[in-house]
């Protein structure tokens, strides 16, 4: 029972530390909204003023879907990219900042004497595109492999007329869109076109010319397989505004109007962005910002559709009381099973007549058994947590890849920790809770039972009972370190019996299931 309470209230601090997010001011200033994403999240960034002076507020949608306020930044914002787990902002002075779940870290400039203007994520990797403020020469800066560098983008590209550039990674390429200044055959009217250029391989291609004409700055975003442009058509002869979405198309290196979109459209400023496959839009409207869902086209005659808006408030706080009520609810019938089943055991026990027969001497079971046994039951676990991960990290296999992990360690990635920390906590309660009771219930999880070993107490080699079976499982924590099960095979090496420290604290021993006889 003693033991039931002391997971339950573990785990309950666990679950309810640190859920308030930081709050964030409320915005200020109005001017724009950026909406940039990856396959985890999604950040909305819209201007406001922090102590004053210029600056941002921005919030943040989760792998789960839960919007958090990410806070407030100050400084003049040029760019943004949605990096790993972190808002990635460049500001006019060259300099960058990573904000993130109470993180905030402002770099130096990257790049000597430059403007950085537009910015995108490539995975690990980050691209960043601007101007030479001494000969005004475009510029492409990349962060990679924990160090950036840049030089001279290779494109006739003219500073001045290059207006509102976006920067998006997509089929292996980096694709810096703008719109430019067209002549039209209107007096006193200046048209503008769609063009683009692109790093392919090492090499520049453009600048481009699309046949879309816009009225409005591009919003760009890219989801892998789907390239998506949202503009604001030039205004009829009945003067209404229209949005429209184009997709690009590489077989002829052109953009292709996917329809107006259909839905309510805000007049504030909008925003394009993207969250794993699915896309978004965010308006600026005078009560704060709010996001909708984009419905790509499903056929050539369908429109794409945008969902209803929803506010993003700044006193906003995710709902995860339900799911925290959940996870706790789950945690209190899991020892109150435990209980129920181990006073029943007890009841068991004590109706049963007692042994007459000599104790049966137990064989140890070898090293190499129990390694398999704990190799196989790992294997089983893995399986069985495979949607928590991909439900946490969208990216998993790719953010635990050992030499991934490697990189943002010597790179001082501080949110490493926090998915190393998440990561260990989530398997060592499951293992933990596994094997307990498992072995409470029938002396042997599935591994031992494959490999014909189980756990019996040393003392007349008598079933486990649940004290024993949560003492010496909970002691894995400590016979794994400093990894691979070192201080329990150690202790199973020289002690005088092969028990490694939970063991020997529980008073149990892992034997040949041949030689422990029928459990009592």
């Not at 892998?224 to 058509?233: D, I, S």
């Amino acid at each position: 029972m003693r033991t039931a309470l002391t997971i339950f209230g573990f785990t309950l601090v666990l679950a309810l530390g640190g859920c308030q997010p930081p709050s964030a001011e409320a915005p200020a200033n109005r001017q724009w909204i950026a909406a940039v994403g990856n396959l985890n999240n999604l950040d909305v960034i819209v201007a406001a003023r922090t102590r004053g002076a210029e600056g941002f507020q921005y919030w943040q949608r989760d792998a789960r879907g839960i919007w958090r306020p990410g806070g407030a930044g100050q400084g003049e914002a040029a760019a943004f990219a949605a990096w790993r787990e972190e808002l990635v902002v460049f500001f006019s002075s060259g300099r960058y900042g990573l904000f993130g779940p109470g993180n905030t870290v402002v770099e130096q400039s990257p790049v000597p004497s430059w403007a950085p203007v537009a910015a995108c994520e490539d995975g690990l990797a980050l691209d960043a595109f601007g101007w030479n403020t001494a000969g005004g020469e475009p510029i492409h800066a990349r962060y990679e492999d924990g160090k950036w560098s840049s030089r001279r983008a290779e494109v006739a590209m003219e500073r001045d007329k290059v207006l509102d550039p976006c920067a998006i990674r997509f089929a292996g390429r980096l694709y810096i869109i703008w719109r430019e200044e067209m002549p039209t055959l209107a007096e006193n009217a200046a048209g503008y076109g769609l063009r683009f250029a692109y790093l392919d391989k090492g090499k520049w291609m453009g600048p481009l010319k699309s046949r879309l004409r816009v009225g409005s700055a591009p919003r760009v975003a890219a989801n892998g397989g789907v390239l998506a442009c949202l503009y604001q058509k030039p205004a009829g002869d009945d003067g209404a505004a229209r949005w429209s979405l184009a997709t690009y198309a590489t077989t002829d290196e052109d953009w292709h109007e996917s329809g107006d979109v259909a839905g309510a459209i805000p007049a504030g400023p909008l925003a394009l962005g993207r969250q794993g496959a699915r896309f978004f839009v965010a308006a600026m409207e005078a009560s704060g910002p709010e996001v909708a869902p984009l419905e790509m086209p499903a056929g050539p005659r369908e429109p794409p559709r945008l969902g209803e808006f929803a506010a993003l408030a700044p006193a906003e706080t995710p709902p995860q009381t339900s799911e925290n009520l959940v996870f706790l609810a789950s945690v209190a019938m899991l020892a109150l099973l435990l209980v129920v089943l181990s006073r029943q055991r007890a009841r068991m026990g004590a109706g049963a007549p007692a042994a007459t027969a000599a104790p049966t001497a137990l064989v140890p079971a070898s090293i190499l058994r129990r390694a398999v046994a704990i190799a196989v039951d790992q294997f089983l676990i893995s399986i069985a947590l495979a949607p928590v991960w991909q439900g946490i990290w969208p990216d998993v296999l790719q953010r635990m890849d050992l030499r991934v992990l490697v990189q943002r360690v010597m790179e001082g990635d501080p949110s490493v920790q926090n998915d190393m920390f998440l990561l260990y906590v989530v398997w060592s309660v499951v293992i933990v809770a596994y094997t307990s009771l498992a072995e409470g219930l029938f002396g042997r999880t599935l591994g031992k039972h494959l490999l014909g070993i189980e756990v019996r107490s040393v003392e007349g080699g008598s079933s486990v009972t649940w004290r024993q079976a949560v003492v010496r499982n909970a002691m894995r924590v400590i016979d794994e370190l400093p990894g691979a099960y070192l201080v329990g095979l150690i202790s199973i090496i020289v002690g005088p019996k092969p028990q490694r420290l939970g063991d020997r604290l529980a008073g149990t021993m892992v034997v040949m299931r041949s030689s422990a006889g029928p459990r009592r």
